[in-house]
Structure formats: structure tokens, C-alpha cells
């Protein structure tokens, strides 16, 4: 073997090895680019459900036959606040503060009365600071709302009020 071949060689060898390695770079940052492309592909879907619910607070918010409703706070939590912006077709928006941390295994449900007959509109997620909002749907049985009511009951919420109630307001 003459040196100029053993040279060819070395440098088909370098070249394989320069060729594999980028190779192997490249693979590896279409990996990684992948990976943060389906992460931000998650983050987009989640942006889009926020923006939805936005969108359906904002068409509550702003539509002529909203009736907004103001809670006061009764004898477990005077201090507390409740609001509710509420659509008979459309449903609602409900903002609370100041209610008391909710003990292990309870949660703070809202209620619509009408004619005397409590329909549960979800339960709420109240953080630390006593603040928690509720998208509430519209519920077919719901014609005419006499009042709305939030009362302490077991987590996941019940099919009729059990526990205290923090927060009562008489609609309009």
C-alpha cells in the first residue's frame, strides 16, 4: 500500500466518521425539536380552550339580559363576597372572595334556587387566598332563579345542599 492510498484512507475514514457524527447531530436535534414542537403544540391547545372560556365569559358579560347578582356573606364567613353574572340561556360567571379555606374532604358548591328547588351549579375551586370563580353552565330545569346560594359540602359536590351556607343573594 502506497502512502497516497493509506492518506485516501485516513481521510475517507475521517470523512465517514465527520458524516456520522453530523449525522448523529442532526438526528439528535430533530429529536429534541420534535419534542419541543409537540410541547408547544400542547401549550397552543391550551391557550385556545382558555381564550374559548374567555370568549363565553365576555358574550355573558357583555349581553342586555344578563342579570349580575351580588352574594353577601352569611354567619360561617361574613366577611365574604360572592358575584354572579347569569344568562338564563347562556348560564354564568360566579366570582367569590373571602371565603375561609375549605377543610380536608369539603368543597364550596354553588346552588340556583328556583321555585324553592335547589339545582346544583358545580363546585368551586377556591385557592388559598379565599378567591374562586365557576363557569356555570345552562341547566334546562332553570327558568326563573329566586336566589343563588353557596354552601360547604363533601368533595365532588352533592345532588342537595347538606352543609352551612357562606354566601346567599335573592336574584332579580
Do not use: C
Not at 97 to 125: E, F, H, M, R
Not at 130 to 146: A, Y
Request: charged residues 15%; positive net charge.
Amino acid at each position: 500500500m502506497t502512502k497516497s492510498g493509506a492518506l485516501w484512507r485516513l481521510a475517507w475514514a475521517g470523512t465517514l466518521a465527520a458524516a456520522a457524527f453530523v449525522v448523529g447531530y442532526l438526528g439528535w436535534t430533530i429529536n429534541g425539536l420534535e419534542r419541543e414542537l409537540k410541547q408547544q403544540a400542547g401549550e397552543a391547545a391550551s391557550l385556545r380552550t382558555q381564550i374559548a372560556r374567555q370568549q363565553e365569559v365576555l358574550a355573558i358579560l357583555r349581553a342586555p339580559e344578563t342579570q349580575v347578582v351580588a352574594l353577601g356573606g352569611l354567619q360561617p364567613s361574613p366577611a365574604a363576597r360572592g358575584r354572579i353574572w347569569w344568562h338564563r340561556e347562556a348560564g354564568g360567571f360566579f366570582v367569590a372572595s373571602g371565603l375561609p379555606p375549605a377543610p380536608a374532604g369539603k368543597t364550596y358548591q354553588l346552588w340556583v334556587i328556583t321555585a324553592g328547588t335547589p339545582v346544583g351549579a358545580g363546585v368551586i375551586d377556591v385557592d388559598p387566598a379565599g378567591t374562586g370563580t365557576l363557569r356555570v353552565s345552562p341547566h334546562p330545569r332553570i327558568e326563573k332563579v329566586d336566589l343563588f346560594a353557596v354552601t360547604l359540602e363533601p368533595t365532588g359536590g352533592l345532588a342537595k345542599p347538606s352543609g352551612a351556607m357562606y354566601l346567599a343573594g335573592r336574584a332579580l
